[in-house]
């Protein structure tokens, strides 16, 4: 998901299972995850209503015009995830399955990573060749109601990050 020139979001979900109704999951999910996203799309606006104020004299119509700004939200990816958890938690339908996510925010040069449940993603730095598994986790979705998720914040130097779901190890 692209906020901007320099803003995007990578989401990587993995549902249970590997027959149609987890097909039908992960497009529930997915809807979710975007109707979300939504809100942290629209651009600053400014609203004008026009309401008649009240006159006495009939001829005349006197207007009242109220500007209103609105200020676009500041995307806090443990705060989705957040809120994601809590709709797996609380709708009947969504907490049917177990599902895994992982969101990698990257904002110019830094990259945050939030997980519920997901394998943590490598860093694999090329100049001394090692790779080693980022230190971020959580818990699944939809398992406590208020659950937190806690996030990391890297920036790239020639290195890589690796993101993968438990697919790689089946």
Known sequence: ???NETEHLLVIGDVMGHDSQAKFFAH???????GLLLGYNQPPVTTTANAPSESTNKTTTNKTRTNKTETKQTFVASDLMAQLSNFVLTDHLAGQTLLT???IYINRDQIEIVSAGHPAPLLID???KQI????VKGMALGLMPGQQYQSL???LSNQRLLCFTDGLFE
Not at 132 to 135: N, W
């Open 1 to 3: 998901h692209s906020f």
């Open 153 to 155: 914040t890297i920036r």
């Open 126 to 128: 090329k100049s001394n």
């Open 28 to 34: 529930t999910f997915v809807s979710y995850i975007r």
């Open 101 to 103: 996510c992982q969101f």
């Open 132 to 135: 080693s598994s980022l230190a």
